[in-house]
Nanobody
Framework: QPQMVESGGGLVQDGGSLRLSCIVS????????MGWYRQAPGKGRESVAF????????DYSESVKDRFTISRDNWKNTLYLQMNSLKPEDSAMYYC????????WGRGTQVTVSS
């Protein structure tokens, strides 16, 4: 079972930036397409961004395109999400997982954007 440990969340003002990290263990990281997901209170889990195993191909949801950047360091088994121009509607618990997601989820990292 892969394990994911997310970090980097926090409280920022509208327009601010954060960089999330996710350390992945228990699998050959380079072989897997990975993604960031988020879930706000009372809402379902939403896909945010995805990246191929090599890092050459990325994809984003329309709501974060041009503001968020997904990247990975395969030497460090780490996935990143650089979030710029944050909006209150970006407030959620953020998780990383495979794409498509497996059954094992980390604890996530909370992002709160104040208006």
């Amino acid at each position: 079972q892969p394990q994911m440990v997310e970090s980097g969340g926090g409280l920022v003002q509208d327009g601010g930036s954060l960089r999330l990290s996710c350390i992945v263990s228990g699998l050959s990281f380079t072989n897997y397409r990975m993604g960031w997901y988020r879930q706000a209170p009372g809402k379902g889990r939403e896909s945010v961004a995805f990246i191929s195993g090599s890092g050459a191909i990325t994809d984003y949801s329309e709501s974060v395109k041009d503001r968020f950047t997904i990247s990975r360091d395969n030497w460090k088994n780490t996935l990143y999400l650089q979030m710029n121009s944050l909006k209150p509607e970006d407030s959620a618990m953020y998780y990383c997982n495979l794409d498509p997601p497996g059954n094992s989820w980390g604890r996530g990292t909370q992002v709160t954007v104040s208006s």
